[in-house]
C-alpha cells in the first residue's frame, strides 16, 4: 500500500531542496552542496518507494530558537555515532565505508550507505526545507517535533529510523 505522509504544518512556504542519493555514491561529490545552505532547516528522508519517510530531521537550532554553527549542508555530512545496539542488530557494511573512533563513528555519507545496503535500498532521496532565513524565521527543532508527531498521528508509530525518546 503506498501511503503519502500528509504533515499538518505547511511546507510550502519554505525554500526546497530535493536530491537523491545511489548506492556506492558519495554524498559530497554527487550533490551540489552549494544548493543547500549551512542555514536552519528541516528534512525528511525516504528510501527507494518516495512515499512515507524513514527519517525526519533537523538542524541549525537549539530547543531554544538560537541558531547553532551546523546547519542543513553541515548536518547532511557530519560524522554519526554508530551505537553498540545498531551494529547487533546486523548492520550490512559495505565495502569502502570505514569505521572511525574506535568503530564508534561514520561519516554521513558511510551510515547512509550502510543503511541503503542493510536495508537493500537502491537510494535515498532528501527533501530539505530552510526554515530559518531573511524571509522566514521558524523554529527548525518545534517543526521536527511536529512533523514527528504528525507522522505518528498518521501511521500509529515514528519513523523507523527516527530514535526513540
Not at 19 to 47: A, E, H, Q, S
Request: glycine share 10%.
Amino acid at each position: 500500500v503506498m501511503t503519502h505522509f500528509k504533515p499538518t504544518i505547511d511546507l510550502g512556504k519554505y525554500k526546497k531542496y530535493t536530491f537523491t542519493l545511489k548506492r556506492g555514491d558519495d554524498i559530497k561529490k554527487n550533490i551540489d552542496y552549494k544548493n543547500i545552505p549551512n542555514l536552519p532547516g528541516v528534512y525528511v528522508r525516504y528510501n527507494d518507494d518516495n512515499t512515507t519517510p524513514h527519517y525526519i530531521g533537523k538542524a541549525g537550532m537549539d530547543s531554544s530558537g538560537k541558531i547553532t554553527k551546523q546547519g542543513l549542508s553541515g548536518r547532511l555530512t557530519n560524522t554519526r555515532g554508530i551505537s553498540k545496539n545498531m551494529l547487533k542488530n546486523g548492520f550490512n557494511i559495505p565495502s569502502g565505508v570505514k569505521l572511525i573512533s574506535g568503530n564508534k563513528s561514520v561519516s554521513g555519507n558511510g551510515l547512509y550507505q550502510i543503511l541503503m545496503n542493510t536495508n537493500n535500498w537502491e537510494s535515498m532521496t532528501w527533501d530539505v526545507y530552510v526554515t530559518h532565513n531573511g524571509s522566514v524565521g521558524d523554529n527548525s527543532v518545534e517543526l521536527e517535533e511536529t512533523l514527528i508527531r504528525d507522522y505518528e498521528n498518521q501511521f500509529g508509530m515514528i519513523p523507523a529510523c527516527n530514535n526513540k525518546k
